[in-house]
């Protein structure tokens, strides 16, 4: 098999802080690698699925924040609890998973809802 | 734009001294995934291209490795000096740089050439 048929990015990265931008993970590890491992390792995933540490992914404002290639499903503020529910659903069902999925609207852009507002350029008299 | 054109994941990852897997970096950090970004800074892509950093991607054996998403093109042995023919042809132009192309008998394959060969069974006598 030349491709994973799944390879899923999992942001470790830690701002400093108290960055407006937020943090996937409070001390660059987290829960959420160890967990998205063990539950593919237990679904019997091993050589389908990568589940792969990552840098920043730059969507920091909805973190945690995870990533599946090829299909390029974004999916944010991400838990341990939801782990096992795209690990089921998503990559051996499939279907990814819609109430976690990050709308386009909000992957990289400038700015969307959740992202701090530019100040206003000060008013020169 | 809701996606990245591209997204290249950098393995960073440096295994232990001695490894018979070897290693994509020594040091945990690596001259690659700076060169990488600073060549896509120059290029322009800002917003168009993700540069990121991955842990360990899994192909050890022909590192330091690099992977290209959506399109699942993976890069062997690649080094600094080939960074600007990768921004340039490829993420740029739109074509792989074949010549750092891993082969699909690669990728996510237990055995290739380039992987050490298991230990035969003793014989009992």
Redesign the interface.
Known sequence: ????EH?V?VC?NSREPGSARGSCTLDGKGDLLPAFQAAAKEAGLK?KV?I???????QCEHGPTV?V????V?YGRVTAGDVNEIVQQHLIGGQPVERLRLP??C????TCEHKPKPAAAPVVA
Do not use: I, Q, S
């Open positions: 098999m030349p491709n994973f390879h990015f470790t050589g990568r792969n540490k990552a840098g920043c992914l730059d990533v290639y090829p299909e390029a974004w386009d609207a992957v990289n852009t400038a």
